[in-house]
């Protein structure tokens, strides 16, 4: 990629010091060039003035908060990448942060190593050229389309019958394509909580999704089993204009 | 109620006295002037009685009102719990992040044992900060209403249960009694309750000692299920049960057992959610009980 020539510039928003200071050098060290900005409204003005790959952005700030922030972005009808750090990671918050057009979220106290994969796959993604799946009301891949608002899903223009649970499973799925998603992760996106008792849970839903799409787990054409990691969505996701 | 009806026990005896006299039953001066008394009586017991429903009627009404004072004093206590827990993880969660960012820095170093233990303990932190918030959650998000067959529930439960290297040694034994008619279906969300459940045998499993029984089994009585999970393990001592499902209550027995004190906390949030209940008996040395019961659906 295009990594040598010039690191990807990640814009960080947090209103804690000791957060910024600590986390800015580690994702130099993984190859971004990072700007600072530690409230609302410096982040709007940074991201005009250094135009970001990629925005980090605190949903928790004094005065504009990050979902502010984000609306703002948004309405200015730029969808440069962003990835929200939530703090109340209540179901309805995580539910909204994609909504609003975040690209993906993580709840703190996360691993760094894990916002640097999610910083790539989002990236991966935009750099594609591909409009942002995040905003998009209706997804499509191949056959197979999502209503993201009507909650529905058809194959060929057939409704098929999906519990909820299935269809937030396949919704966050094909908001990230061609990422391992383990089952933790999938549990803590769709369900809000992620004991490691409930991880058949996911299981059971893949295996109504897969009935549904006529997919083979072994010969797949949408979901693919990674043995000791989770699952992953090999099909290309469009945006349904 | 039984008792109240003593207050009316002074009318019965004036109204005999009277009867008494005026009938002309007898004529005895004696008897009469007593029947005269009577009528007194009458009189006073009717006042008597009047001033002690009175007393008895007010006397209930504020019991009322002091049980519904107190369950208001507790949902009241209840909210401020959950927003302290709430506050707690909140100001938990940015030094752990940042703790977090500054041990990757230090990633040149990660063989080095300070700081893999810092890392681990760090860990525990997060992990303890996004429990307590699960927790939080758990009483507020929706639950959803799809009919659960418990019967179902419980052998997958079982099964998975057997697999696990730790439950090699005790014996888990699975009792439905569902003859002549099945297990009734309860309302409720299937993966919070087979948490809640599995929960209850992790814990009978982690109290245990090796090659004894755990009985897991279910039964209904018309109005409710219930499912009970009973262990011959350490057991745990009657001034203790009060505390047991309380966040991070860990027994004195129980401190020497790896555990986050949230296990029970848990479930019994989750069968809170589904308008049940939760009983534990126990003897200390001998073993424990626990018993969920939800209503049945019809």
Redesign the interface.
Known sequence: MDDKKRSCRILLVDDEPAITVNLAPFLERAGFAVVIADDGETALCRVDECKPDLIVLDVLMPRLDGRAVLRRIRQADNWTPVILLTQIGSPTERALALEEGADDYLNKPFEPYELVARIRAVLRRSRAGAPSLAGARRLRSGLLELDRQARRATIAGQEIMLTAKAVSVLEYMLLHPDEVLSRERLLDAVWGWDYPAATRAVDTRIAELRRALKDDAETPKFIETIIGQGYRFIARVEVVA | MKKYGLVLVPIALGLTLALVWQSGLTTNPILYLRADAGSLLLLLGIGASIVSVLGVALWILARYRDRKLLLVYQREQADAHRRFL?RLD?E???????????L??LNGRSNDPVLSSIRGQVGRL?RL??DL??LA??E??SVEQEPIDLGQLLNELVA?EQERPEAAACHLALTLFQTPWPLPSIAGD??LL??AL??LV?NAIKFSHSDSTIEIRAFEDGRSVAVEVADMGIGIGEDELPHLGEELYRGSTARSVEGSGLGLALVRAIVARHNGTMTIRSRAGQGTVVTLRFPVTH
């Open positions: 709430r909140h938990i969660k940015n030094p752990l992040t940042a703790i977090r960012a500054g990757a820095n997060a900060s996004a918030r699960k959650d758990l507020t998000q998975l299937r993966d087979f948490i599995h929960n992790d």
